[in-house]
T-cell receptor, first 114, second 112 residues
Framework: DAGVTQSPTHLIKTRGQQVTLRCSPI?????VSWYQQVLGQGPQFIFQ???????GRGNFPDRFSARQFPNYSSELNVNALLLGDSALYLC?????????????FGPGTRLTVL | TQLLEQSPQFLSIQEGENLTVYCNSS?????LQWYRQEPGEGPVLLVT?????EVKKLKRLTFQFGDARKDSSLHITAAQTGDTGLYLC????????????FGTGTRLTVIP
């Protein structure tokens, strides 16, 4: 079975631009979470979506937004990019939004902002 | 705001050596998880511990949860090059929330 897939794998943008990252969960999983991992640090929670509804939001500015589609795939959008947005963006899927459900991570999208 | 500190930050050892890495929280864990992240990949769950004082073993890895549920250690016996990676301790969200709170990580390199 396919794991969590993310696209693109790498992306280079300039300050002020907008970016859209995509995630496809494991088949049968209805929850998707997004994390930002800055170089040298652990991942930081951005959003969780379950059944197309936002279930949780981390401490990120409004420039960050996300949505989940009927097929449970998800997009993360970041507007007005800053140099500090350079990071590995990880998507994780789980069967439901319960805290006891294991989250499975994709390989991430490496975003570089110049 | 919870602080999850891991030590050491970096560790480089020879194959066959033993090692221990630590995780300390400023507040009680809801439940504790350890993940390993290899270069170019997402984190992979190694273990979940819930009860204070709990010890779990996974082949050559031994995970210990402190009695007060505010600290944990991961011990690796006879390290192998395949153990190389970033080890992350995590507080799994309580109150039904499924957001993971990650520590700062220990980057382990096992030299052949």
């Amino acid at each position: 079975d396919a794991g969590v897939t993310q696209s693109p794998t790498h992306l280079i943008k300039t300050r002020g631009q907008q970016v859209t990252l995509r995630c496809s969960p494991i088949s049968g999983h209805k929850s998707v979470s997004w994390y930002q991992q800055v170089l040298g640090q652990g991942p930081q929670f951005i959003f969780q979506y379950y059944e197309k509804e936002e279930r949780g939001r981390g401490n990120f500015p409004d420039r960050f937004s996300a949505r989940q589609f009927p097929n449970y795939s998800s997009e993360l959008n970041v507007n007005a990019l800053l140099l500090g947005d350079s990071a590995l963006y990880l998507c994780a899927s789980s069967k439901t939004s319960r805290s006891t459900d294991e989250q499975f991570f994709g390989p991430g999208t490496r975003l570089t902002v110049l | 705001t919870q602080l999850l500190e891991q030590s050491p930050q970096f560790l480089s050892i020879q194959e066959g050596e033993n090692l221990t890495v630590y995780c300390n929280s400023s507040s009680v864990f809801s439940s504790l998880q350890w993940y390993r992240q290899e270069p170019g990949e997402g984190p992979v769950l190694l273990v979940t511990v819930v009860t204070g004082g709990e010890v779990k073993k996974l082949k050559r890895l031994t995970f210990q949860f402190g009695d007060a549920r505010k600290d944990s250690s991961l011990h690796i016996t006879a390290a192998q090059t395949g153990d190389t990676g970033l080890y992350l301790c995590v507080d799994r969200g309580g109150t039904g929330a499924n957001n993971l709170f990650f520590g700062t990580g220990t980057r382990l390199t096992v030299i052949p």
